[in-house]
């Protein structure tokens, strides 16, 4: 039976990633007229690491997920190899007691259907195996959006009008492109490949990471690789590397995969070879451009909510999902989304993504990497440091040294940015 799609919704979420299905829950909680749309059919997979750090638990947390993600692998903390050291470092506390000490990680094609399916239970219409092809305007807003589906009679296309428009497809961004989206390379982006492989370690309270990654010659490059036990037999294991226009990332992705994979196969205990390798770029640290209209609005990756310094995404995208709604559940007649929104992300995340875009794009060069790399390693003070910045945990009830640190550095780096993030 093919599923019925609205002529009209108050709320059109386009993408049914985390942060799409985060936002048509919220705002069908908070009593809006929501639609949600993916071009895929669920489950699907999607190409990412699959940790779930702290704060994106809190997320989950606040939708109601606590007893759900507790069913799945808990971790406890990072361990980061590199330079000869190997450093075991517990999730930090974060003040205020509403980011947890713990961690997870589930596959993208569990999670992902999962939080799609709570947005149905919230009110949400969703209707899967849809593709968002364009969008119809009335002067500067969007007066309906073209959906086009496969049916038994071929190809179906459908209007309809909204009153909101979330997008929320994802680092290519289809729709965000129709609408004006541009991506700036400039800035920190990523490249990176994931893979999953059996191992006798998937029940590792640690999720790991090694700072030092070298490929099959030995080179050093401006990355890192991952292992992150998923509690089900697997590990999600994967590596990626940082670039710039300046300094693109000569690097072939998969076979970067296979050498990390050889590399790690005896102490992680991998029994297995690498199965769905999959790859990705990934804009970073808000580096797009026009992120929302009179009534329309970008989120998650689609909005390059992506922490430059370790590629986590999730947390964003389910923040952004919550935020956004909020915002279109606050909204009057007057309200424009192109003056509302790029200053509500610049408030949330424009100074740390300013600072991590810097440090970022520093870490691009691989010399860089191997003069400071083995002194952050043989400290374990910095590291931590290092974790609670990389992990998002610095929080607005924070007033530790480490807190004031951060905010001056993304105060003075936003100061210097010649295009700001979400600018």
């Not at 007691?97 to 009110?123: F, M, N, Q, Y």
């Not at 990176?192 to 309270?205: F, I, L, M």
Request: hydrophobic share 45%; aromatic share 6%.
């Amino acid at each position: 039976m093919v599923a019925q799609i609205p002529a009209q919704t108050d709320v059109l979420v386009v993408g049914a990633g985390p942060a799409g299905s985060a936002a048509a829950t919220w705002a069908a909680r908070h009593g809006l007229t929501t639609l949600l749309v993916d071009s895929a059919v669920f489950p699907r997979d999607k190409t990412c690491g699959d940790g779930l750090t702290p704060r994106a638990i809190h997320e989950l947390n606040l939708l109601g997920e606590t007893n759900w993600i507790r069913e799945h692998h808990v971790t406890r903390g990072l361990r980061a190899h590199g330079f000869g050291q190997t450093l075991h470092l517990d999730w930090p506390e974060v003040k205020g007691g509403e980011i947890p000490t713990w961690g997870s990680a589930v596959p993208r094609t569990e999670l992902d259907a999962h939080l799609r399916d709570s947005a149905a239970k919230a009110g949400a219409v969703s209707v899967d195996g849809v593709k968002a092809v364009d969008v119809i305007r009335d002067g500067d807003r969007v007066k309906a959006v073209v959906l086009e589906r496969t049916t038994p009679d071929g190809k179906e296309r459908v209007e309809v009008a909204v009153t909101w428009l979330v997008v929320a497809d994802g680092v290519r961004s289809t729709v965000g492109k129709v609408l004006g989206r541009e991506w700036h390379r400039d800035t920190v982006y990523g490249v990176a490949g994931r893979s999953y492989v059996s191992s006798t370690r998937a029940d590792d309270p640690y999720i790991s990471s090694h700072l030092e990654l070298r490929d099959g010659e030995g080179t050093l490059l401006s990355g890192y690789g991952w292992i992150f036990p998923l509690g089900n037999g697997e590990v999600n294991l994967g590596a990626g590397a940082l670039a710039t226009l300046k300094r693109p990332a000569d690097i072939a992705v998969k076979p970067l995969v296979q050498t990390y994979f050889e590399q790690c196969r005896d102490e992680y205990e991998l029994t297995s070879a690498p199965r769905a390798v999959a790859s990705a770029l990934l804009p970073m640290g808000g580096a797009v451009s026009n992120v929302a209209g009179a009534n329309w609005a970008l989120i998650g990756d689609a909005a390059a909510c992506v922490n430059p310094l370790n590629g986590e995404g999730i947390d964003y995208g389910l923040e952004t999902g919550r935020e956004i709604a909020q915002v279109l559940a606050d909204a009057t007649a007057a309200t424009r989304l192109d003056v509302v929104w790029p200053a509500t992300l610049a408030g949330l995340y424009g100074e740390a993504f300013s600072i991590a875009r810097r440090l970022g794009g520093i870490a691009t060069n691989p010399k860089v990497v191997a003069a400071l790399g083995p002194l952050g390693m043989r400290s374990e003070f910095l590291m931590q440091l290092a974790l609670r910045w990389m992990g998002n945990l610095v929080t607005d009830a924070d007033r530790d040294a480490a807190a004031k640190i951060w905010r001056f550095l993304g105060r003075r780096s936003v100061g210097l940015d010649a295009r700001p993030p979400f600018s």
